[in-house]
């Protein structure tokens, strides 16, 4: 399953609502797509934002990495598309976190 | 955590982008690359979120700038480019972002790829270099509608002319001025190879755009020799609110 036409943003997009849900930037985090082990920069995500919620595609295989969904005050996080993501805990600092 | 932010200053940088400058208290300081969640909030309680780059160079005095360009039929864009006043407050979310960044302690040549408004996060990568001293080489490739729709002019001509590492190349792809040396026409293979710096030097591409823009350029570089490693980039689009 890959991704039709230009109908994706990418990480870069969503940076900011993840800050509501991850104290360090998610952007420069490295994540292995849990279908094909690629391991790729969040940013680089193709990442679907006309709907209620966001998904986050793998850059090279399409599959899904990540789901939020909105559902009143409660936000659903849906990882398990991703073996696993590091985050630099030094960026911590760089932005007076 | 959103903060407040005051208009200090608006700038129309062509016809349908304004630049405006904004003073945040406690702002943290940001990079060049960075961007900033905008949100405004009618009085019955609607609130609307959109990301902006940030434009202007880091600095310690709490000053940002963001260029809006105005989509036609956007939500909050039509109001930031026209209704917005001096001394107004915004409400600001970042800085965002760690990946699409420039630092100046980077060394390696740096190819920057912009398409249409996607100038503002590399300008403030090239603002930042000049203010940081840095000598790193910069080449600049900016496709663009039309003469009249290049944001930043002046200034790029100005670091083109007074810098020797810092070079523009323009890509008009509707309208070029008179006796321009490439027809109007989207970057391609040939541009790619004549304008940009060669694959084995080890640059860092950035390259922000729309998706299509995206896409097609960085398919090029790739085709070209980059490595997709050292190529990274900011897509941007219509996004409207899910909440």
């Known amino acids: ?97 | 955590m959103w903060r407040v932010g005051k208009v200090t200053a608006l700038h129309d940088e062509t016809a349908t982008a304004r630049t405006i400058t904004l003073e945040v208290p406690y702002w943290p300081g940001h990079v060049g690359g960075q961007h900033v969640d905008v949100r405004l909030t009618a009085a019955n309680g609607y609130s609307a979120v959109r990301s902006y780059s940030i434009a202007s160079a880091p600095n310690l005095e709490g000053r940002l700038e963001i260029t809006v360009e105005r989509l036609a039929t956007g939500e909050v864009s039509p109001y930031l480019t026209q209704e917005l006043s001096i001394g107004d407050r915004l409400e600001l979310r970042g800085p965002i972002g760690g990946w699409f960044v420039w630092r100046p302690h980077q060394s390696e040549p740096i190819q920057l790829i912009a398409g249409g408004s996607g100038i503002v996060p590399l300008m403030a990568m090239i603002r930042s270099r000049v203010s940081s001293g840095s000598t790193t080489p910069f080449r600049l490739l900016y496709s663009v509608r039309e003469p009249a729709a290049v944001f930043y002019r002046d200034e790029l001509q100005a670091l083109s002319d007074h810098d020797s590492v810092v070079s523009v190349t323009y890509a008009y792809t509707r309208d070029a001025p008179k006796d321009w040396p490439r027809p109007p026409g989207r970057i391609d293979a040939a541009l790619i190879a004549n304008t940009t710096w060669q694959s084995n030097l080890g640059s860092t591409c950035y390259v922000c755009g729309p998706t299509s823009f995206v896409e097609s350029v960085t398919g090029l570089l790739v085709a070209g020799g980059h490595s997709p490693n050292n190529i990274r980039t900011e897509r941007f689009g219509p996004t409207g609110d899910r909440r």
Do not use: W
């Open chain 1, 1 to 97: 399953m890959s991704s039709n036409g230009d109908d994706y943003l990418d990480g870069n997009a969503v940076a900011g609502e993840m800050t509501e849900i991850f104290v360090m930037d998610v952007t420069a985090a490295e994540g292995q797509c849990a279908h094909c082990a690629t391991i790729k920069h969040f940013a680089e995500a193709h990442v679907y934002v006309k709907c209620p919620g966001v998904v986050a595609r793998c850059a090279v295989c399409g599959e899904i990495l990540l789901r939020l969904a909105y559902v009143h005050q409660q936000v659903f996080i849906d990882v398990r598309g991703l073996t696993y993501l590091s985050l630099d805990r030094s960026l911590l600092q760089e932005y007076g976190r």
